[in-house]
């Protein structure tokens, strides 16, 4: 392959749609061959923003700026990195010539709950847990007599887990429908689903081009609140469990097709695996590979899509924790003790320009000999991380007390670096 020169008329040029955390480290993978890197995202200086060679602020959901942008970007490859994008624009991209990732399709099926569960369990035969898609209250609550308690609810399109909750008694389901509707995104329809009661689940990251398909080491982790907070690798599988979980994930990546990495969600209890849902793009809790694997998730992607060999070693057993911010700012401030930058760990901050409780900030990444004590070593360094609240509150005292500025400053950073 021929890797010319990046803000050159024959570069090789990728347009990130969607600039958080992972896009972020995709543009750096990117970077790394001198590709060109364009990201996008609906508010300014999101994390790829600041690694890549041109950034654009626009309303992704909004098909006209999204074609707008592509016909004036002329990108390479697309990357929807996000749910939230005009779907309509891409198929419009695709007949115009540009190469949508994996496809437009795919984009489409995965985005939308109903749309993967449909194709994944009606058209592919895997096996899911029991499902029905409501758009009323009250078909929420016969869905829900229907499939059992307890039984998931989720808006049929959302992200990172929002709007999802557990109803475990028909008296809990109104308070399910209004959690489904305040999510972001399409809460127009929601899916209810039979409540698995799987011994684990893992996320099976495939990732495949026209020459191959490759699998990593399953990945576990743990959520609250429908979003990723810990993940490790290897999950130990029973080698039948693993074998049908390849299997799914082969099936339903083909019937996608397309190039680059895939989030494949599995239930999984005993040896049997169930289907859940399927990301085409990185997995948040992936990030895991960061430290486990010769080539992170992010490497493995950007080959795939380049249409590179997708070989890697597996280094190491890992884990990650994920840094949620606290409260509000829009000047935030993360403080990390020393003791999270040991020999055997990483600390990656996004570099997010604003914090609202709950929003992942930063991520530690542990290895060790086995996955467990990886698992125990993230969960003790993330408790080396807190958050600009401190530091706002203490900011306020000081002003209280002193009319100089240099003042002020030299407190609050005799506060933060001691």
């Known amino acids: ?24 480290e995709v543009a750096i993978e990117a970077q790394r061959l001198g590709i060109e890197v364009v990201a996008v995202d609906r508010y300014p200086n999101a994390p790829a923003h600041q690694v ?28 929807p990195e996000i749910e939230a994008i005009s779907i309509d624009a891409l198929f419009e991209a695709e007949k115009e010539g540009f190469h949508v990732i994996p496809n437009a399709e795919a984009v489409n099926k995965t985005m939308n709950r109903k749309n993967i569960r449909k194709f994944a369990a009606e058209e592919l035969g895997l096996k899911t847990s029991a499902y029905r898609f409501v758009s009323t209250l009250e078909e929420l609550r016969e869905a ?28 809990e389901i109104e308070k ?25 689940e893992i996320t099976l990251l495939t990732a495949r081009n026209e020459k191959e398909t490759v699998f990593c080491e399953p990945i576990g982790h743990e959520q609250k609140d429908g979003d990723y907070i810990f993940s490790w690798q290897p999950a130990f599988m029973s080698p039948e469990a693993l074998k049908k979980a390849q299997d799914i994930a082969k099936k339903v990546t083909d019937g996608l097709g397309g190039r680059g990495i895939f989030g494949v ?3 999984v209890k005993g040896d049997e695996v169930y289907f859940s849902e399927v990301s085409p793009r990185p997995h948040d809790t992936g990030m895991v590979t960061l430290i486990t694997q010769s080539q992170s998730e992010f490497a493995l992607h950007l080959r795939a899509v380049l ?37 055997d760990s990483f600390v990656r901050i996004f570099g997010k320009p604003e914090s609202h409780e709950g929003r992942r900030m930063a991520v530690v990444l542990a290895m060790a000999a086995s996955e467990t004590e990886a698992l125990a070593k993230a969960k003790e360094r993330i408790g080396f991380i807190d958050d600009s609240v401190k530091v706002t509150k203490v900011v ?12 002020v400053i030299k407190k609050v950073f005799k506060f933060i670096f001691g």
Request: some cysteine; glycine content about 6%; aromatic content about 8%.
């Open 144 to 171: 829900a007599d229907a499939v059992g308690y307890p039984c998931v609810v989720k808006p049929v399109m959302s992200s990172s887990g929002h709007g999802q909750s557990v109803a475990k008694s028909p008296e």
């Open 265 to 267: 969600e599995l239930f």
């Open 52 to 79: 890549a060679h041109e950034a654009h602020v626009i309303d992704m959901q909004n098909r006209e700026e999204v074609l707008d942008l592509i016909r004036r970007v002329r990108p390479t490859y697309i990357l």
């Open 176 to 200: 399910s429908w209004e959690i489904a509707k305040e999510a972001r995104g399409d809460a127009s329809e929601l899916i209810v689903e039979e409540f698995v009661r799987f011994d684990y």
């Open 1 to 24: 392959m021929h890797f010319p020169a990046p803000l050159k008329s024959n570069s090789i040029k990728i347009m990130l749609l969607g600039s958080g955390e992972l896009g972020k």
């Open 307 to 343: 249409g590179l060999p997708l070989g890697f070693t597996f280094f190491t057993p890992g884990a990650s924790a994920a840094y949620k911010a606290k409260e509000e700012s829009v000047t935030p401030v993360l403080r990390v003790d020393d003791e999270a930058f040991a020999a």
């Open 396 to 407: 306020e005292e000081i002003r209280e007390e002193s009319e100089e500025e240099t003042c």
